[in-house]
């Protein structure tokens, strides 16, 4: 018996979140499901499966983190595995870890990216702003409050970028609360708008009571989970296809933008 850690990737629009829930697809129950079917473990609790974390209904990850105990090591390779999984979910590296490794109590931190169209948003006034995040903070006006024992998080870097029409945001930390890199964004697209200014963000972040509605699922992406003296065997085969895959995703979103800004250019909405 061994215990593994994978590497998963998935778009997320398709799924009600990553954990399992009852009668709905989740990330996690199709990935328990393709471990079953290609004999890596044979149930879910008796293999100690465990998640880096949960992400919310429509968000992605490239980074996603679990681990589980096998006795089949030698089907647990991606390239197995991923002929039981949907087109939208992949396993692209694999690691063999000591037997109490729980990839969440273990992460030293996590770093998301946030996929924002950029409008008139003015980048600078964002990146000042967002200066005021960075440190140990407690978040709690930015989530949703859920079963955590404290909303304290330390940020260790927010970075922003224009990408053509696009701001990326990518955020690290040592934990995030239930919707605080959403709600971050939000918050800082408010700034960059015009409609708030850094004294606000900062009474905001002082404050306990969360006013702001989070961004869309859909533009968060959960990048990787970082851990100490940890090194994964990458399948490269298997990177490419998920690749490919996601920029055929991405590509049909750009020509359905391309369309709607022609039938604005023409007046005709």
């Given at each position: 018996m061994v215990r593994l850690a994978l590497k998963v990737g998935y778009i997320g629009s398709a799924y009600h979140g990553f954990q399992i829930q009852p009668d709905l697809p989740t990330v996690e129950g199709k990935l328990c499901e393709g471990l079953e079917s290609s004999g890596v473990i044979s149930d879910r609790r008796a293999s100690r499966f465990i998640s880096a974390g949960r992400t919310d209904r429509g968000v992605h990850a490239f980074g996603q983190v679990v681990a589980f105990d096998t006795d089949n090591y030698r089907l647990a390779v991606p390239r197995i595995i991923n002929t039981f999984l949907p087109e939208d979910i992949w396993v692209w590296a694999r690691s063999e870890v000591d037997s109490s490794f729980d990839p969440r109590r273990d992460a030293l931190s996590r770093e998301y990216r946030y996929i924002l169209y950029a409008g008139s948003l003015e980048i600078e006034r964002m990146k000042e702003a967002s200066k005021i995040l960075i440190g140990r903070h407690d978040f709690a006006s930015f989530s949703k409050r859920g079963d955590e024992l404290t909303t304290i998080r330390d940020v260790h870097k927010i970075d922003l970028k224009m990408q053509n029409d696009l701001i990326i945001f990518d955020i690290s930390a040592d934990a995030f609360l239930w919707q605080m890199v959403r709600r971050?964004?939000?918050?800082?697209?408010?700034?960059?708008?015009?409609?708030?200014?850094?004294?606000?963000?900062?009474?905001?972040?002082?404050?306990?009571?969360?006013?702001?509605?989070?961004?869309?699922?859909?533009?968060?992406?959960?990048?990787?989970?970082?851990?100490?003296?940890?090194?994964?065997?990458?399948?490269?085969?298997?990177?490419?296809?998920?690749?490919?895959?996601?920029?055929?995703?991405?590509?049909?979103?750009?020509?359905?933008?391309?369309?709607?800004?022609?039938?604005?250019?023409?007046?005709?909405?």
């Open positions: 971050i964004v939000a918050a800082l697209a408010l700034v960059g708008s015009g409609e708030k200014d850094s004294d606000w963000l900062e009474g905001l972040l002082n404050s306990k009571t969360s006013t702001i509605a989070p961004a869309p699922a859909y533009g968060l992406i959960l990048r990787g989970v970082s851990y100490r003296d940890l090194k994964f065997e990458v399948d490269r085969y298997v990177c490419d296809r998920m690749v490919s895959a996601l920029s055929e995703r991405f590509e049909h979103y750009a020509v359905l933008k391309g369309v709607m800004d022609g039938m604005r250019n023409n007046k005709l909405i």
